[in-house]
């Protein structure tokens, strides 16, 4: 296999890679990735946290397996699908940040429990309930965390009705109320490094005081666990919090680098794609759309104007991502003067966006190191949304 051993025409911040690579690919560097797993490790060390990394970004088993090989006390999930499928590549711990709701998924859980330590996430007393009675029944008892909503507005209590529902969760049959947990996304608005600390801190105090007022109403709370990658870094030395469970962290994405958490060469992952069209001097096609990038863009106007479309293409100033159709990159010229030439069948590399929608619609990746492939892995298949 030929390896591109980047000459001087090469793009700064690409992977050396292998010229017969088929593309779209998603390609992982195993140095970067590793370095990044055991930074975040290491400041869980310093700050006496727990790691639980959050397994919906990449859906992969190897790589939870290497995460839980580098430090990290277990692994957090969005779905039973997801947690199933970690299990049988021997996983022991998990929690699923998601509520789980109905008999069906309270079976699965059950089942699941039978296999590994389980925690289970919840906002509403029925749906704990539905929970609670199928674990009762099986004569097992689920440790369960209350999902507070600590400014996105998405899943999670009210922080003022929190020690109420807790009181009404905990007294359920089959269940043992442990902790509170959040997921921080409200501080991805943040438009410089200074806001997304302070918001930050913000949450990481909320939710130690809503923790507070639930221990006050007399019932004994362990964990206050909270659940970004833009927020990691500060949460985990807030007092009070006990566990993070950041994802995109391992891999960084050009999120990450806008809010000032990454950089390239941080960054562990690019999607190698290849130019298809070139009708016109101003525009062009590549063979990574919407199935490979995925349509999510920069939120913060801050970060917009700095990165603009939908990834950041290397090594091609004036070029960028300006739209994506499903199988389409639609690139398009904003530099000074008459666009620079490009070339059909020649490969770029881009940074995406947002890599938790890279790995779930290519469903595999490409392990690198020094150029050369490690290994390719595939994400959990059919099941893992459910």
């Known amino acids: 296999m030929t390896v591109d051993v980047h000459s001087q025409t090469s793009p700064p911040d690409a992977f050396a890679v292998p010229t017969d690579l088929e593309t779209p690919n998603l390609l992982l560097d195993l140095d970067v990735l590793e ?91 029925a749906g704990a309930r539905s929970l609670g009675e199928a674990f009762a029944g099986s004569g097992r008892l689920l440790d369960m965390v209350l999902i507070v909503d600590s400014g996105l507005g998405r899943c999670g209590v009210d922080p003022a009705d929190a020690a109420r529902i807790a009181w009404d969760i905990a007294e359920l049959p089959g269940v043992r109320l442990t902790g509170v947990m959040t997921h921080e996304g409200s501080v991805y608005g943040a438009t410089d490094r200074a806001d997304l600390a302070a918001r930050s801190r913000a949450a990481a105090q909320a939710m130690v005081a809503v923790a507070d007022a639930i221990r006050a109403a007399g019932l004994t709370l362990s964990t206050v666990s909270m659940g970004a990658s833009a927020s990691a870094r500060h949460v985990a030395a807030a007092p009070g919090v006990t566990e993070i469970r950041p994802g995109i962290y391992a891999f960084n994405d050009l999120g990450q680098i806008a809010l000032g958490n990454a950089t390239a060469a941080t960054c562990a992952v690019r999607v190698l794609s290849t130019v298809v069209s070139h009708a016109r001097p101003d525009r062009a096609c590549i063979d990574a759309g919407s199935k490979a990038l995925s349509q999510d863009g920069l939120a913060a106007v801050a970060h917009v104007s700095r990165f603009p479309g939908h990834g950041q293409l290397l090594g091609l100033p004036g070029w960028y991502i300006d739209r994506l159709s499903e199988e389409h990159g639609w690139l398009r010229w904003a530099g000074a003067g008459e666009p620079t030439r490009l070339t059909v069948g020649q490969r770029v590399q881009i940074i995406p966006n947002h890599v938790c929608t890279v790995f779930s619609s290519l469903g595999e990746v490409t392990a690198l190191r020094g150029g050369a492939v490690e290994a390719v892995w595939t994400t959990i298949g059919p099941g893992a949304s459910r």
């Open 35 to 125: 370095r990044n797993l055991d930074e975040m490790v290491g400041l869980c060390h310093q700050h006496q946290v727990a790691l639980r990394p959050h397994a919906k970004t990449h859906r992969v088993a190897q790589i939870a397996q290497l995460q839980m090989q580098r430090g990290a006390d277990g692994i957090c999930v969005a779905k039973l699908g997801e947690a199933h499928a970690l299990v049988a590549a021997g996983v022991p711990r998990l929690t699923v940040a998601y509520p789980l709701v109905g008999a069906d998924k309270a079976q699965r859980a059950v089942r699941l429990a039978q296999r590994c330590e389980l925690t289970v996430g919840t906002d509403s007393v």
